[in-house]
């Protein structure tokens, strides 16, 4: 059974930083491309960061500089180290993993960037 324990979301002062996790289990995680991806508000889901089963990595234009994706295989984890929020990364994160014929989602973590 494929689940997900994501954590390390929550509220965070403009300039602050999280770390989100995401734990994965019942499929052979290291063979997995792995994507962070978040919806704010309102609006439609969308691609942040993913790192690949050989480590590189692809960031959307408005966190490159700010987010770092990484995987730890023998943890079965993928991170999301982001600095320098603004209010604009406000949105519901999730993680997902993709292989060859299977495509699988976590439930999803809220990320709230306030004053």
């Known amino acids: 059974q494929v689940q997900f324990v994501e954590s390390g979301g929550g509220l965070v002062q403009p300039g602050g930083s999280l770390r989100l996790s995401c734990q994965a289990s019942g499929f052979i995680f290291s063979v997995y491309s792995l994507t962070w991806y978040r919806q704010p508000p309102g609006k439609q889901r969308e691609l942040v960061a993913s790192i690949t089963v050989r480590g590189s990595t692809n960031y959307v234009d408005s966190v490159k500089g700010r987010f770092t994706i990484s995987r730890d295989n023998a943890k079965n984890t993928v991170y999301l180290q982001m600095n320098s929020l603004n209010p604009e990364d406000t949105a519901v994160y999730y993680c997902?993993?993709?292989?060859?014929?299977?495509?699988?989602w976590g439930q999803g973590i809220q990320v709230t960037v306030t004053s």
């Open positions: 997902n993993a993709v292989a060859v014929g299977n495509d699988y």
